[in-house]
């Protein structure tokens, strides 16, 4: 009997401690120093929410940077689907995908003979990544200027300002936040 109530004590006080009074200790300073990161870090453009900087999003019009593939969800960036999106290496239908998005990526420069960027045929992990390699976003300057009017140069400007360098100096690889980079060339470079 002295085991039981001692082992439920334990789970008493553990359960107190690491179910409600950490969370609230991690909630509290969340909201104190990183509010904006604890809330989701929503981007607003004119009044309202337009994404967030942490999730991916489907860009189309060949004005934007478009995102990495995304197999998260029916339609792609969906992240209550978030989960591993790539084909395995043994998956026949994998040389395939690439090939095609290979294929739709060329047509930003046609006649480039240099390699695609491979974030630009294959998903991320989670399938919801906001970032691009500058690379990959560099690939696409060619027809976001040609849609736009205006020279690659400037396209590639913006980019360029959106480069975030690798987490502490050295986790992670150089990055460019696609949503942040499409409001800022709204901002920056006439829309016919």
Not at 10 to 18: C, K, M
Not at 141 to 168: C, D, K, M, N
Request: hydrophobic share 40%.
């Amino acid at each position: 009997m002295k085991l039981i109530l001692r082992s439920s004590l334990y789970v008493i006080v553990l359960t107190v401690l690491l179910g409600g009074i950490y969370p609230a200790i991690v909630f509290g300073l969340g909201q104190l120093f990183w509010k904006d990161k604890a809330n989701g870090s929503f981007v607003t453009h004119e009044g309202r929410v337009v994404g967030s900087e942490l999730i991916g999003q489907a860009f189309k019009n060949p004005k934007y940077l478009h995102s990495r593939p995304s197999g998260a969800g029916k339609d792609g960036y969906d992240p209550t689907s978030s989960g591993g999106t790539n084909k395995g290496a043994t998956d026949a239908d994998l040389a395939k995908s690439i090939a095609a998005a290979v294929e739709e990526a060329r047509k930003d420069r046609p006649g480039d003979s240099r390699p695609v960027p491979a974030d630009l045929v294959t998903s991320s992990i989670s399938g919801v990544d906001p970032h691009l390699s500058p690379d990959a976003a560099f690939w696409q300057a060619a027809r976001i200027a040609a849609a736009r009017g205006v020279t690659e140069e400037q396209v590639s400007a913006v980019i360029r300002r959106h480069i975030e360098p690798r987490t502490l100096g050295f986790l992670g690889e150089s990055r460019v936040n696609v949503l942040l980079t499409n409001l800022d060339l709204d901002r920056s470079l006439p829309r016919p």
